[in-house]
């Protein structure tokens, strides 16, 4: 049962491993450049608000009431945690830093929604093709225009 599902769906597996490469290689091409060895490039201006709170997931305080200063971690949270949670919870269970984390989590995502669309095109046309051709398309297409 399973060697015929991978063996049936390949492409897409390997589509959807493309897709995520595609999504993490400009922050580790940073990170891999010598004159940049040590930084790490953020994409928005809210993403050092976003890494600690998840280190601050990682290091246990799961109040998120305050990241930055020693009191307060129990106060409610401001922002909504449940991302951080996610990627907090992930790097605390395989002991990763809160940017490893999150890297390798911009890498499953993207790619297992790659194959989840690719499996509800097929599933709504019946047609290996049309999944194939949405996944890329949609997770991927929209950076183009």
Known sequence: MKTTFFRQHW???????????ITVAPPLVWRASP????VDMLKTNTETLYMSMINEVIDGHWGLGNPYLFEGKDAPYLFPPVSAYIIGGFGKLFGLSAVDAALTMRFLLPALIAFLIYLFAL???GNKLVGLIAAPFILVGYTLA
Do not use: C, N, P, R
């Not at 004159?35 to 040590?38: A, L």
């Open 11 to 21: 492409l897409a597996i390997l589509l959807s491993i493309s897709i995520g490469a």
């Open 35 to 38: 004159e940049y060895q040590g």
């Open 123 to 125: 599933q709504l046309t």
